[in-house]
Protein backbone atom coordinates (compact mmCIF):
# COMPACT_ATOMS: atom_id res chain seq x y z
CA UNK A 1 0.00 0.00 0.00
CA UNK A 2 1.26 3.23 -0.96
CA UNK A 3 1.68 6.07 0.95
CA UNK A 4 2.88 9.71 1.22
CA UNK A 5 2.59 11.84 4.49
CA UNK A 6 3.38 15.34 4.58
CA UNK A 7 4.63 16.90 8.12
CA UNK A 8 5.91 20.33 8.73
CA UNK A 9 2.98 22.77 7.85
CA UNK A 10 2.01 25.36 10.65
CA UNK A 11 1.88 28.89 11.15
CA UNK A 12 4.62 31.74 10.55
CA UNK A 13 4.85 35.21 10.02
CA UNK A 14 5.08 36.69 6.72
CA UNK A 15 9.06 36.64 6.11
CA UNK A 16 9.36 33.34 7.99
CA UNK A 17 10.35 30.25 6.08
CA UNK A 18 9.12 26.65 6.98
CA UNK A 19 10.43 23.03 6.17
CA UNK A 20 7.98 20.96 4.45
CA UNK A 21 8.72 16.91 4.26
CA UNK A 22 7.25 13.60 2.78
CA UNK A 23 8.09 10.25 3.37
CA UNK A 24 6.98 7.50 1.05
CA UNK A 25 6.21 4.33 1.70
CA UNK A 26 4.97 1.42 -0.39
CA UNK A 27 6.95 2.42 -3.29
CA UNK A 28 11.01 3.28 -3.89
CA UNK A 29 10.56 7.48 -5.05
CA UNK A 30 13.86 7.01 -6.97
CA UNK A 31 11.88 6.33 -10.32
CA UNK A 32 9.14 8.70 -9.24
CA UNK A 33 8.88 12.19 -10.49
CA UNK A 34 8.00 13.90 -7.08
CA UNK A 35 6.20 16.97 -6.48
CA UNK A 36 4.97 19.63 -4.48
CA UNK A 37 1.21 21.28 -5.25
CA UNK A 38 -0.66 23.74 -2.71
CA UNK A 39 -4.04 24.35 -2.85
CA UNK A 40 -5.58 27.81 -1.31
CA UNK A 41 -9.38 28.50 -0.55
CA UNK A 42 -11.38 28.86 -3.89
CA UNK A 43 -8.39 28.42 -6.33
CA UNK A 44 -7.29 25.31 -8.28
CA UNK A 45 -4.68 22.86 -6.95
CA UNK A 46 -0.86 24.05 -8.85
CA UNK A 47 2.41 22.70 -9.06
CA UNK A 48 5.30 24.29 -7.01
CA UNK A 49 7.72 22.62 -7.56
CA UNK A 50 8.93 19.12 -9.04
CA UNK A 51 12.20 16.83 -8.83
CA UNK A 52 12.28 14.30 -11.86
CA UNK A 53 13.67 10.44 -11.48
CA UNK A 54 16.24 12.60 -14.04
CA UNK A 55 17.15 15.11 -11.54
CA UNK A 56 15.78 18.06 -12.98
CA UNK A 57 13.69 20.60 -11.33
CA UNK A 58 10.71 23.13 -12.14
CA UNK A 59 9.73 25.76 -10.44
CA UNK A 60 6.39 27.82 -10.42
CA UNK A 61 7.53 31.74 -11.07
CA UNK A 62 5.89 33.28 -7.86
CA UNK A 63 8.54 30.89 -5.97
CA UNK A 64 11.56 31.01 -7.77
CA UNK A 65 14.42 32.15 -5.32
CA UNK A 66 12.36 31.43 -2.20
CA UNK A 67 11.10 27.56 -1.96
CA UNK A 68 13.75 25.14 -3.01
CA UNK A 69 12.80 21.00 -3.61
CA UNK A 70 15.51 18.44 -2.60
CA UNK A 71 14.86 14.67 -2.35
CA UNK A 72 16.76 11.76 -0.32
CA UNK A 73 15.98 8.57 -2.32
CA UNK A 74 18.03 6.46 0.27
CA UNK A 75 15.23 7.61 2.63
CA UNK A 76 12.43 7.72 0.28
CA UNK A 77 11.45 11.28 1.49
CA UNK A 78 11.08 14.72 -0.16
CA UNK A 79 11.47 18.31 1.19
CA UNK A 80 10.16 21.49 0.14
CA UNK A 81 12.44 24.41 2.03
CA UNK A 82 10.55 27.55 2.50
CA UNK A 83 12.08 31.16 2.99
CA UNK A 84 11.13 34.68 2.44
CA UNK A 85 6.72 33.76 3.05
CA UNK A 86 4.60 35.82 1.80
CA UNK A 87 0.74 35.29 2.49
CA UNK A 88 0.00 34.03 -0.60
CA UNK A 89 1.40 31.58 0.31
CA UNK A 90 -0.94 29.89 2.33
CA UNK A 91 -2.35 26.68 1.29
CA UNK A 92 -2.68 23.48 2.07
CA UNK A 93 0.46 21.81 0.59
CA UNK A 94 0.39 18.35 -1.23
CA UNK A 95 3.09 16.10 -1.92
CA UNK A 96 2.89 13.81 -5.53
CA UNK A 97 4.88 10.80 -6.85
CA UNK A 98 3.92 10.19 -10.18
CA UNK A 99 5.58 7.56 -12.63
CA UNK A 100 4.94 6.58 -15.86
CA UNK A 101 6.03 3.17 -16.97
CA UNK A 102 5.40 1.45 -20.41
CA UNK A 103 1.29 0.46 -20.43
CA UNK A 104 -0.25 2.38 -17.05
CA UNK A 105 0.73 6.18 -14.96
CA UNK A 106 1.30 5.55 -11.29
CA UNK A 107 -0.22 8.51 -9.58
CA UNK A 108 0.08 9.48 -5.93
CA UNK A 109 -1.29 11.52 -3.36
CA UNK A 110 -0.38 12.37 0.56
CA UNK A 111 -2.83 14.39 2.87
CA UNK A 112 -1.71 17.76 2.94
CA UNK A 113 -0.43 20.13 5.10
CA UNK A 114 -1.63 23.28 6.17
CA UNK A 115 0.57 26.58 5.82
CA UNK A 116 -0.56 29.34 7.08
CA UNK A 117 1.28 32.69 6.48
CA UNK A 118 0.05 35.22 8.47
CA UNK A 119 1.19 38.48 11.12
Known amino acids: QVQLVESGGGLVQPGGSLRLSCTASGLRINIYDMAWYRQAPGKQRELVAD???????NYVDSVKGRFTISRDNARNMVFLQMSSLKPEDTAVYYC?????????????WGQGTQVTVSS
Open 96 to 108: NAHWTAVSKTYNY
Open 51 to 57: STSGDTI
